[in-house]
């Protein structure tokens, strides 16, 4: 097992290969220490190249396998990505788009903007998708706006030139043509050549076309709204109108200047867009609309075609998200039936997927929670259901399906509920899971369409991630990336600091097992240390895996922190009962939960109990709030980043989902509010949020501030000029981590420790 025995031996690394404990005591009498190496600062573990290495990104095989093409970060910027390929036969690797020197460094569009917020990569430069032509001898490569076909003998042909940028562009199932979203109309282009054409002709003020709506980018991670049939005989096409949305005013308000944005923002309780769905000829004509309905107010959650391209498949779920019917479309009349439907237990709701695939013989392979778990059915025609896997365990995604041998590949948590793994089934004759990947690492994985090849990506919290190429069987067949932590890898120098992570269970108050892990400063006799408490805590995030995770807890840890976090009830990945107690609750379990994590910490005798800070950002920084009001006493300090501090200023499909409708649930949104109880906080506070953030309005933290000043409640605040939700980036990354650590430092790291225990809360 020489792969279990590398990652036990980085995690001993950190102390020379002793305990902490026993290198302590190795100090102390006078024995030889370790090998002194440099301190991590914060301008190296925000610098170039990255400190985890350069890993591979949207990794892909080419359609003859022949190709492995990935993104991948420069040595110099790292966060500019360049389109790379490897030969699968010689390992070669080159270089094939330059983001430097082939785009024409235009300025993005507004709307491709706000979908890199939505897709978190706001802060990334260069090459960002890509997208294969079916015969595999040309990428087609989106850049500065337009788009780019790049052959794979290093050319590269410009194929837009025109503003208002591309978005969401694709190569058509058959490679016959380019389509794209410009000015908010559907467009077509021929790929061997000519002039692009609008298929779509009514888009423009609160009508799109092709487009996934906000709530649809932001919470049910559907990218795009238009769809090809396998055929191109048909490309089904989203229209939205989102005039009875409400608008937000919103300020952007940047450093050398404020904008002003009239939002449509659906906002809990609110109206949403107005949907509809087209099916037409690639040349925009023929076009019918399905029948999605007599209910208007419902969300378009997926469409997508049957293996043969004679239904159109669409999954459309109820606006309290209690329902879900997955509906069969005759392309040529827009007529709708359903062919089955999920519904949600009471006091849950639905969980959309994308671990589904319609095959070939008209069964669909369907990822369900109906057992009170995500598990895989086959579904046929007739109505009858398989279950296809079993268990108080959860599969996270569909990796691929190989239906010559009726065999699927996914990830799951079976084995481990802090591990990703990569398994096997057969789906026509169900029998025993069978696992491909190693334990002691968390995994994803990507398949090629006959899934007979994958590539696996792995990490653990002593190796940041690596990626490899296996058979089906999931055995290795090469390195696509080791990254291997040996000399000149960015990490390398830093490794004889690395502290090793230590995982625990402690037990809620209903008796469900929650996860910690932990890295210490090596251990001195006697001595109590301050804690930095990391906190997420919303739906839809697991946080305490075996994952690598990064350089900045190290950092951390470094400066004299024990780095400690918790996932609490309400996470996911742990089946329902123990995600659905946040049901019409936030701010709740949750914040028992961290309370049952604090109170662990107060018990062990390393922890000063009076030096306990937290921190959390976005969900995270609303419970950095909600702890210091609900349990006063127990932190000693709290920062708060860009916290929803009343959700009925969030988007309608992310807190309906939890919270109901708040002209029905008025009583469980006031609960859940942070304004209200804000003079309640006495312990220090560092308030962050950024300044054009279209996410989680800034309004939510001027509501506070406001209600702090007006109460004369102290506290402080830092806020950032022209950044959104991520606040980040060159110098900016490094100044908000020295504001948090300053600020830290001052009213917990440096307060005089407690030598004595404590007992818990």
């Known amino acids: 097992m020489r792969l279990w025995m590398l990652g036990m031996a980085l995690a001993s690394v950190a102390t020379g290969g002793m305990s902490p404990d026993a290198a302590a005591q190795a100090g102390q009498a006078g024995q030889a220490a370790p090998v002194v190496a440099p ?48 030969d699968t036969r010689t390992g070669a690797e080159r270089m094939l788009v330059d983001s430097r020197k082939v785009g024409s460094g235009a300025e993005l569009s507004e709307a491709e903007k706000m979908q890199r917020e939505r897709e978190r990569i ?61 000015g908010q109309n559907l467009w077509v282009q021929p790929l061997a050549g000519g002039p692009a054409r609008a298929i779509t002709t009514g888009g423009g003020g609160t009508v799109h076309f092709g487009e996934a709506e906000f709530v649809a980018q932001e919470e049910m991670h559907r990218r795009t709204g238009y769809w090809w049939s396998p055929d191109e005989r048909f490309v089904a096409v989203e229209r939205f109108d989102e005039a009875p949305v409400h608008i937000a005013t919103r300020a952007s308000i940047g ?70 019917d997955m509906l069969a479309v005759d392309p040529a009349t827009g007529k709708a039936r359903v062919l089955f439907t999920e519904r949600a237990p009471d006091r849950s709701w639905i969980n959309l997927s994308d671990a589904y695939r319609p095959l070939a013989d008209g069964t669909m ?11 895989l059915y086959r579904w046929q025609p007739d109505g009858r259901w398989t279950q296809l896997t079993k268990g108080p365990w959860v599969v996270t995604a569909l990796v691929g399906v190989d239906e010559g041998r009726g065999r699927l590949y996914f990830t799951a948590n079976k084995d481990d509920v802090l591990e990703q793994q990569l398994y096997a089934v057969d789906y026509m004759r169900p ?3 069978t696992r491909l990947t190693e334990r002691g690492w968390t995994h994803a994985a990507t398949m090629d369409a006959a899934a007979s090849r994958v ?49 625990g269970t402690i037990k809620a108050a209903d008796g469900s097992v929650l996860h910690w892990e932990m890295i210490t400063p090596p251990l001195e006799p006697g001595r109590r240390y301050p804690v930095f408490f990391q906190h997420y805590g919303g739906p839809g995030s697991q946080t305490v895996t075996r994952g690598w995770q990064g350089a900045l807890p190290q950092y951390l840890v470094e400066r004299g922190y024990i780095f400690f976090q918790i996932d609490n009830r309400g996470s996911p990945n742990r089946g329902r009962a123990f995600e659905n107690q946040i049901y019409h609750a ?57 916290p929803v501090t009343d959700w009925q200023l969030y988007d309608s499909h992310y807190t309906e989902r939890y919270m109901g409708d708040p002209t029905r649930d008025a009583k469980a949104y006031a609960a859940a509010a942070a304004v209200a109880d804000a003079p309640k906080i006495r312990e220090p506070l560092l308030l962050l949020h950024g300044m054009a953030d279209d996410n989680v309005f800034l309004d939510n933290s001027t ?59």
């Open 39 to 86: 301190a991590l600062t914060l301008a190296r573990v925000f610098g170039s190249p990255d400190l985890s290495g350069t890993p591979p990104r949207l990794l892909r095989l080419s359609p003859d396998g022949s190709l492995i093409t990935f993104l991948r970060a420069r040595a110099d910027e790292r966060d500019r990505t360049d389109l790379w390929a490897r």
């Open 122 to 182: 706001g802060g990334s430069k260069g090459i960002v998708a890509y997208d294969f032509a079916p015969d595999g001898k040309s990428v087609l490569v989106p850049l500065d706006g337009d788009l780019y076909l790049a052959g794979l003998d290093g050319t590269v042909r410009r194929l837009t030139e025109a503003p208002g940028g591309a978005l969401n562009p694709i190569v058509s199932p058959r490679g016959g043509f380019v389509s794209f979203v410009r």
């Open 431 to 433: 029998g025993p899971v």
């Open 255 to 324: 450093a050398t200047g404020t904008s002003i944005y009239q939002q449509r923002y659906p906002a809990a309780g609110t109206p949403n867009v107005l949907v509809d769905l087209y099916v037409m000829r690639p040349d925009g004509t023929g076009r019918v609309k399905v029948d999605l309905g007599a209910d208007p107010d419902i969300y378009l959650a997926r469409v997508d075609w049957a293996a043969d391209g004679a239904t159109l498949l669409v999954q459309r779920q109820s606006r309290d998200q209690k329902t879900l």
């Open 365 to 375: 392979i369907w990822r369900s929670e109906r057992d009170g778990f995500g598990h």
């Open 586 to 642: 936030m701010g709740s379990v949750e914040v028992e939960d961290q309370l049952a994590g604090a109170n662990y910490l107060k018990t062990l005798p390393f922890v000063d109990p009076s030096r306990i800070a937290t921190y959390g950002w976005s969900y995270g920084g609303y419970m950095s709030l909600k702890m210091l009001e609900t349990t006063p006493g127990v932190y000693a300090a709290a920062v708060a980043g860009a």
């Open 455 to 503: 590539i696996v990506q792995r990490s653990n919290p002593s190796q940041p991630p690596q990626v490899y190429l296996a058979g089906s069987d999931g055995k290795r067949i090469a390195w696509i990336d080791e990254n291997a932590l040996v000399d000149g890898h960015p990490y390398h120098p830093y490794l004889a600091r690395h502290r090793p992570t230590q995982f």
């Open 703 to 761: 509501r506070f501030a406001a209600r702090m000043q007006t109460s004369d409640t102290p506290f402080e605040m830092m806020f950032y000029p022209g950044q959104t939700h991520r606040v980040g980036g060159a110098g900016v990354s490094d100044h908000l981590w020295t504001t948090i650590l300053d600020f830290l430092d001052r009213t917990v790291k440096n307060r005089p420790a407690v030598q004595q225990a404590q007992p818990p809360r």
